[in-house]
C-alpha cells in the first residue's frame, strides 16, 4: 500500500466513516419517530362528544334533557348552557345518571341566564355513557311565553356570560371535539309546546354566511322560498337583522352590518321557523 492510500484509509476511518455511522443513526432515529407520529395520528385522533337537546312543559316548568348521540367512555366534562329569554328564570340542574352532579356555584350570580357545568370521575376510573342516555337535565320557569331557544355555550370569546370553555376528556385521557346543540321551541297555552324540528320540505334549503362578500348565500333546489324571511339572533335572542328572500334558487342576502361573533339564524315563513343553523361572522 502506498503512502497516498495509507493516508486516505486513515482519513477515512478516522473521520469520514463516524460521520457516516452517526448520520445512518439519526436516519433510523427520525424514520422511527416520523412512524410513531403517524401512527399516534391515526389512533389519537380527536373523537366527537355528540348530544341533542329535547324540551317539554311540566308543572309550567320548561325542562331540557341533554341526550348522548353515542356511547362514551369519560373523565370528566365541562360546558355550559344558556337561554335567550330575558322572562326565564333558571331553576334545577339535576341528573339521574350522574346524581352528584352541580353546576358551579358562581353560575347564576352575575349571569343569571347561563349555567355552567363542571363533572368528573371522584375515582379516577372512567364512567359510561350510553347512546340514548339522558346525561343532565336543566329546568326553567317560564314568565311570559314566546318564542327561544336554549344552546350550549360557545368556548371562545371576551365576555365572560356568554363563553364558557367546552372539554370533555374520555377514558384515554384524549380531549374530544364537542358538537354544537341548540333547542328552538315555542310555548302556547303555558302547556303545549313545538319542538323545533325541521320542516322536511326545507332538508334542501342551504344557509351559508360568506364572510368575504359580508352576507348569506341561501340557496334551494326543489322549494321556492318566495314568503319565507331569514331572521338572525344574537346569543341573548335579540333580532339583529332580517331579510325578506325571492323564489331564486340561488340568493345573496347582503349583512355588512353584522359585527364579530357567533349568531343563530332561522328561515321561517308567517312567523313558524322552520330551519335553523349557527354561523360565525369574522372580519
Do not use: W
Request: hydrophobic share 40%; net charge neutral.
Amino acid at each position: 500500500m502506498s503512502k497516498c492510500d495509507a493516508a486516505f484509509v486513515y482519513l477515512y476511518d478516522s473521520i469520514f466513516k463516524p460521520i457516516k455511522i452517526r448520520i445512518m443513526k439519526l436516519s433510523i432515529v427520525f424514520s422511527a419517530n416520523a412512524f410513531l407520529l403517524f401512527c399516534g395520528t391515526l389512533i389519537g385522533q380527536a373523537q366527537h362528544f355528540s348530544t341533542k337537546m329535547n324540551i317539554r312543559v311540566e308543572n309550567q316548568e320548561i325542562i331540557a334533557d341533554l341526550i348522548a348521540l353515542e356511547d362514551y367512555s369519560l373523565l370528566s366534562f365541562q360546558f355550559g348552557f344558556y337561554h335567550n329569554s330575558e322572562n326565564v328564570t333558571y331553576k334545577n340542574l339535576y341528573s339521574s345518571l350522574l346524581p352528584d352532579i352541580t353546576k358551579l356555584s358562581n353560575s347564576n350570580e352575575v349571569c343569571p341566564k347561563y349555567v355552567r357545568i363542571a363533572y368528573y370521575s371522584k375515582n379516577s376510573l372512567p364512567f359510561s355513557i350510553k347512546k340514548g342516555d339522558i346525561i343532565l337535565t336543566l329546568v326553567y320557569q317560564e314568565d311570559t311565553p314566546k318564542d327561544h331557544f336554549i344552546c350550549m355555550m360557545p368556548s371562545t370569546g371576551n365576555d365572560m356570560c356568554k363563553y364558557f370553555t367546552r372539554e370533555v376528556n374520555d377514558g384515554n385521557f384524549s380531549t374530544m371535539i364537542v358538537d354544537d346543540v341548540c333547542a328552538h321551541f315555542r310555548i302556547q297555552n303555558g302547556q303545549a309546546i313545538l319542538l323545533a324540528n325541521e320542516d322536511a320540505q326545507l332538508d334542501g334549503v342551504k344557509c351559508l354566511y360568506n364572510n368575504t362578500l359580508k352576507g348569506f348565500d341561501i340557496s334551494s333546489s326543489t322549494l321556492s322560498l318566495d314568503g319565507y324571511s331569514l331572521s338572525v339572533l344574537d346569543l341573548n335572542g335579540k333580532e339583529v337583522f332580517r331579510s325578506n328572500l325571492n323564489a331564486s334558487s340561488s340568493q345573496f342576502i347582503s349583512a355588512e352590518r353584522l359585527l364579530t361573533g357567533s349568531y343563530l339564524y332561522s328561515i321561517q315563513k308567517s312567523k313558524q321557523a322552520s330551519k335553523y343553523g349557527k354561523v360565525i361572522v369574522t372580519e
